[in-house]
Nanobody
């Protein structure tokens, strides 16, 4: 079965850093763009960052200059380095291909909580 496993979340004070990891099974990410998404309570899920199969990086305006997305294709793993965290970064973070279609499944995500 195809799986997505996110990890690395936690509780951190504003200004702190976290590094998230996303491990995918099989060839889920091969030749595809991959994105990090987050969903805060009461809000819609949003795309935070994405990286293409050629390592092109695109970020949401809210995280530019603070987050860095990267990938290790041999490990089938995508990372999100988050620096200078703000309380508004709080949410459940998910990884998936980009764009996401009805055919794609989601992992359980990893919780990121930033205190002020």
């Amino acid at each position: 079965q195809v799986q997505l496993v996110e990890s690395g979340g936690g509780l951190v004070q504003a200004g702190g850093s976290l590094r998230l990891s996303c491990a995918a099974s099989g060839s889920r990410f091969n030749g595809k763009s991959v994105g990090w998404y987050r969903q805060a309570p009461g809000k819609q899920r949003e795309l935070v960052a994405r990286i293409s199969s050629l390592d092109r990086e695109i970020y949401a305006d809210s995280v530019k200059g603070r987050f860095t997305i990267s990938r290790d294709n041999f490990k089938n793993t995508v990372y999100l380095q988050m620096n200078s965290l703000k309380p508004e970064d709080t949410g459940v973070y998910y990884c998936n291909t980009y764009p996401v279609t009805v055919w794609d499944t989601w992992g359980q995500g990893t919780q990121v909580t930033v205190s002020s």
